[in-house]
């Protein structure tokens, strides 16, 4: 039995506030052998994960393979599970021309992107198939934002066809039963109002724009969430590498290298970290959870020593007196809400 603290999303359903976060298990920064993907996953079962999150774009399908495999073991009342759509996979025809994209391993698929209704219902099967499992709990729409859709009128032209046309098929899906709640999954705030306004979604994944480096989203995107009842997922809570790895030479910062300004401020965060004997990692795993919007952190990982060490992190105790220096020092904005204090 999970020990893991659970929070419910509007629709009921409980998700471990510590999560799996898919995307390494498609071999997103480094190879992952398949024995090493299920180590792994056994891992998080242990350390007491239960909500698994993945998407086909992740290795183009190997991560739902491999997380399905895992999961085909275990008791489906047992956990809870999100995949995404907006993507359709198709087999490349030519495998000496074929580009990974940022993906160093993978699957050899292609991908359209497809917000329509027949689009929307067809990777939802589809990821059921390669899942090779009967439900999913969690529909998202995935990458709706500029950072795969860099211009106003490539983002319209697909928001506009999620809206006229494939809105009612999560719709359906969710009227009926079969899936559990619908969200976004996102890079970039940018777009959240947008998708609020367009579609009445019951949760987001985040992927960078909450953590100890940015809270620029409680101006707008937060209160906009708490208006609905729609609550958030923090997808990387190590803002793509820098909170885990520390301020060290090549350290990453929303997928790209950390300019001199997030190296400062990060050394600067550390500092204070280490004055209270917190390990950096630790305080930022904690930290989002400390916003009672924010139901779950889901990091990667790729070893099971990265699931032992993330596990030792979240329950790291932290005193408050951390919290309050970090504001007091200008590095954490004021209303920003701290675990143990509102």
Not at 38 to 46: E, F, N, P, R
Not at 104 to 118: A, N, S, V
Not at 253 to 271: M, N
Request: proline share 6%.
């Amino acid at each position: 039995m999970s020990t893991i603290p659970t929070r419910a999303l509007r629709t009921g359903v409980e998700l471990s506030t510590l999560g799996f976060g898919g995307a390494p298990l498609g071999e997103l920064f480094d190879p992952v052998s398949e024995t090493q993907a299920q180590d792994t996953l056994q891992a998080a079962w242990d350390a007491g994960i239960r909500y698994y999150d993945t998407a086909p774009f992740y290795g183009y399908g190997k991560s739902e393979h491999r997380l399905g495999y895992f999961l085909r073991q275990q008791q489906r009342k047992d956990f809870v599970l999100s995949t995404k759509v907006g993507r359709v996979l198709t087999a490349t025809r030519d495998l000496d021309s074929f580009e990974k994209g940022f993906w160093i391993g993978g699957l050899p698929f292609d991908f359209r992107f497809d917000y329509g209704y027949e689009g929307i219902m067809r990777s939802w099967e589809d990821s059921l198939q390669r899942l090779g499992l009967n439900s999913i709990d969690l529909l998202l729409i995935h990458d709706l934002d500029s950072f795969f859709h860099d211009s106003e009128q490539r983002f319209s032209a697909h928001l506009n066809h999620l809206i006229t046309s494939g809105w009612r098929a999560l719709d359906e899906l969710r009227s009926q039963g079969l899936i559990k709640a619908v969200g976004a999954g996102l890079n970039r705030m940018g777009a959240m109002p947008r998708l609020l306004d367009a579609a009445d979604l019951d949760f987001c994944i985040v992927a960078m724009p909450y953590t100890l480096l940015d809270q620029d989203s409680l101006d707008e995107e937060f209160p906009l969430c708490e208006e609905r009842d729609v609550r958030i997922v923090i997808g990387s809570v190590f803002a793509s590498g820098i909170l885990a790895s520390g301020p060290v030479e090549g350290a990453r910062y929303a997928y790209d290298t950390a300019s001199p300004e997030i190296l400062a401020k990060t050394r600067r965060i550390q500092a204070v970290c280490q004055r209270h004997d917190v390990p950096l990692p630790a305080a930022a795993m904690q930290f989002p959870l400390g916003n009672p919007l924010v139901a779950a952190i889901i990091p990667g990982a790729q070893t099971p020593a990265h699931i032992e060490t993330n596990a030792q992190w979240f329950q790291h105790e932290i005193p408050t007196d951390l919290w309050a220096e970090l504001k007091a020092e200008g590095l954490l904005r004021e209303d920003a809400p701290t675990p143990g204090r509102n």
